[in-house]
């Protein structure tokens, strides 16, 4: 194994968007078992910190690629457009329109179902928006329109925790 491979090369897989969860979780295991301090307990205390390395190597590798935003941020960042969301807070006006939408939406709800129209509403933005990530990485090979719709992707989930936070509140 190498240090400075990234995550898409530790694991053996393309580096694309599009990954099997199925497989990255498989290549997870196998990973762990490979590089397991335990295997190394006969070769002494250094080699089994460097095990111990290569295994929170692994499971940081892998939290990034199981999550889409994670995983899309990543790649963005590998071909040189990184998301930088602190500073460019830069979106497309059609889905500035859509976010006013649904922050209105979700002020006037008072019941559990109002809410979870909102949330409909957002997992199906959710869904496109991935999709768009998904075509601009993959096949259309644009890192910096992808990195636009990652900060979307953001928001996205941002928002996702105060529609929770709202059926948490009707709920009480």
């Excluded at 910190?49 to 940081?60: H, T």
């Amino acid at each position: 194994m190498n240090l400075q491979a990234n995550d898409f090369e530790l694991f053996g897989v393309p580096q694309r968007f599009a990954q099997d969860r199925a497989v990255l979780d498989a290549r997870w295991k196998d990973l762990q078992r490979e590089a397991h301090p335990d295997r190394f307990a006969s070769q002494g205390s250094a080699a089994q910190r460097v095990a111990m390395q290569w295994s929170v190597r692994i499971n940081e590798a892998y939290q990034r690629l199981k999550d889409p935003l994670r995983r899309a941020a990543y790649l963005c960042e590998l071909q040189g457009a990184p998301i930088d969301a602190e500073r460019n807070t830069a979106m497309p006006p059609e889905f500035l329109m859509e976010q006013m939408e649904w922050r209105e939406e979700l002020d006037e709800a008072s019941s559990p179902q109002a809410v979870d129209v909102v949330a409909g509403r957002l997992d199906a933005a959710r869904r496109r928006i991935l999709a768009d990530i998904e075509r601009l990485l993959d096949k259309e090979r644009d890192p910096p329109g992808a990195a636009q719709q990652v900060r979307v992707l953001m928001f996205i989930e941002r928002f996702a925790h105060d529609v929770e936070q709202r059926i948490d509140q009707l709920g009480q």
